[in-house]
C-alpha cells in the first residue's frame, strides 16, 4: 500500500535532487510509517535550493521508499486565491495513486482530509498544534481574524476524522476531540539517553560555569516561541545576574531579534547559533546549556523541550499548549508574563539546589518519552490504521460502497 503524508512543512533541495529538513523531518521519521505502508509520498511546501555549504546542517528527509511532491503556499487569502487551484489539482493527484492519507493538522493537511473524504480513502489526522493560538499570536490582525475559523476547522476534522493521533496527552484532545478512535503520543524522537547524560549533568550544574547558558530552541521568523518575552525579562534581571549568555537555536533571520536585544542591552550576551542536523548535533549543543527556557505564546507539546529535559537540564515554560504536561506546577508562567519569567529566571540561575531538583525532575520525566515507549504505542495504533486501509480497499476493489468515517 501507498500513504500520502500532507504537511504544510517546508522542505529544502539539495544540489544532489534531495530534500532536506530543517531538524524536524528527518529521514528517520518515515521509518514509523515504512513498517506499515510500501511508499510515502511527502506533499509539502518547497523553501527553495539548498547550498551545499549548508547542508550539513539540515537532516536529509529524502531516502528509500520516500517521494516527495511540492504543493504552492495556500496559507493566507492572497496565496489561496492564486495557488489553491493547482495545490487542489496536486493534491488530488497524488490522492489518486495513493491508498490512504495522513494529514498533520496544517493549511495542506486540511486539504487533503477534505479530498481524502471525498474520495472515499481511509485516512488519519495528527494533531500537533493548536491552530487558534497559532494565529491568534501571528502577530496581526488578519491571524486574529482567522484564529475562530481554523480552530472551527480543526475541530470539525478531528471530529470527523477516522483515526486520530495527538502529541498532548489532554490539551489539544480537549481542544479538537476526535470521535473516532484516537491516542496520545508525542512526535519527539530521543536518541541516546542514558545514565551518562545524567552524570554529565550533574558535574555541569555543580561547577563554576561562566557565562551561565540560557538555550531556547525555536524558529526566528516569527514570535511564536518568545524570543522577545525572554530578551525583556533578562533585561529586567542583568544587573542581578552572573555572567550570562542567551543562546537560540533556530533558523531564520536574526536581524530582527538583534535589533530587539540591542534595544534591551543584551547584544552581547545574545547569541544565534543558527542550525543543527537533529539528533547527536543538538544534543551537544544542549549538554552545554545550563538553563532551558520554552517561554512559547502556542504550542502543541514541545519536542525541543522534551528534549532537552531528557538530556537533564533544568527548565522553565510557558503555560502555552501541552507544556504544563511536562514541567512542575512551579516552573510555569502565563504567555507573555516577562515579569514574572524574570522572577523565575533570577531564582533558577542563582540557585544551584533548584537546578539539580529541576534537573533530576526533567531527566525522570523524560523517561515516558523515551523512544521505545513511545514506539511501542505508535505501533499499536499504526497497524491498527494499515489494518483498515487494507480493508477498505479490498471493499472498493470488490465494489463495496462502505463508509470511510467509521474505523472497522
Known amino acids: 500500500m501507498k500513504v500520502l503524508f500532507a504537511n504544510d512543512h517546508k522542505f529544502c533541495r539539495g544540489d544532489d535532487g534531495a530534500y532536506y529538513s530543517a531538524g524536524q523531518y528527518p529521514y528517520r521519521l518515515w521509518q514509523r510509517y515504512l513498517g506499515y505502508f510500501d511508499e510515502i509520498v511527502v506533499a509539502g511546501r518547497s523553501a527553495g535550493a539548498l547550498t551545499a555549504e549548508k547542508k550539513e546542517k539540515f537532516d536529509r528527509s529524502s531516502g528509500p521508499r520516500v517521494r516527495f511532491i511540492e504543493i504552492p503556499n495556500i496559507s493566507g487569502p492572497v496565496a489561496m486565491i492564486v495557488n489553491h487551484k493547482e495545490a487542489a489539482r496536486l493534491v488530488r493527484s497524488a490522492l489518486m495513486e495513493c491508498d490512504a492519507l495522513i494529514a498533520r493538522n496544517s493549511v495542506i493537511g486540511e486539504l487533503a482530509a477534505k479530498m481524502a473524504q471525498q474520495m472515499k480513502k481511509p485516512w488519519a489526522l495528527e494533531v500537533v498544534s493548536c491552530p487558534f493560538d497559532a494565529l491568534w499570536n501571528y502577530g496581526n490582525w488578519q491571524g486574529k481574524v482567522y484564529a475562530p475559523y481554523a480552530a472551527y476547522i480543526t475541530r470539525q476534522l478531528a471530529k470527523r476524522a477516522p483515526y486520530a493521533i495527538y502529541v498532548t496527552r489532554k490539551f489539544l484532545q480537549g481542544r479538537y476531540p476526535c470521535r473516532g478512535r484516537s491516542i496520545g503520543c508525542s512526535d519527539v524522537q530521543l536518541i541516546n539517553r542514558d545514565e551518562s547524560v545524567w552524570e554529565k549533568r550533574m558535574g555541569i550544574i555543580k561547577k563554576e560555569k561562566i557565562p551561565f547558558s540560557i538555550g531556547l530552541i525555536g524558529s526566528l521568523s516569527n514570535s511564536y516561541k518568545g524570543i522577545d518575552v525572554t530578551l525583556e525579562a533578562l533585561s529586567k534581571i542583568k544587573e542581578k545576574l552572573p555572567p550570562f549568555e542567551f543562546r537560540i537555536l533556530g533558523a531564520g533571520n536574526s536581524e530582527k531579534w538583534e535589533q530587539l536585544a540591542k534595544k534591551y542591552g543584551l547584544t552581547k550576551q545574545t547569541v544565534f547559533c543558527g542550525t543543527l542536523a537533529s539528533g547527536t548535533a543538538v544534543n551537544h549543543w544542549l549538554d552545554d546549556i545550563d538553563l532551558y527556557i520554552q517561554p512559547s505564546l ?38 507573555g508574563d516577562s515579569s514574572t519569567l524574570a522572577k523565575m529566571l533570577e531564582t533558577a540561575i ?8 529541576q534537573a533530576a ?10 523512544s521505545k515507549v513511545l514506539d511501542d504505542i505508535r505501533r499499536e495504533f499504526w497497524l491498527d490504521f494499515a489494518g483498515y486501509c487494507r480493508t477498505q480497499k479490498e471493499l472498493q476493489e470488490d465494489g463495496t460502497r462502505f463508509d470511510s468515517l467509521s474505523p472497522v
Open 298 to 335: 502556542t504550542e502543541g507539546l514541545p519536542r525541543a523541550l522534551i528534549e532537552a529535559m531528557s538530556r537533564g537540564c533544568p527548565a522553565l515554560g510557558s503555560g502555552a499548549g501541552g507544556i504544563p504536561e511536562l514541567l512542575a506546577p512551579e516552573c510555569i508562567h502565563k504567555p
Open 350 to 357: 542563582l540557585n544551584k539546589d533548584w537546578l539539580q531538583s
Open 361 to 370: 525532575r526533567n531527566f525522570r520525566e523524560a523517561a515516558a518519552y523515551d
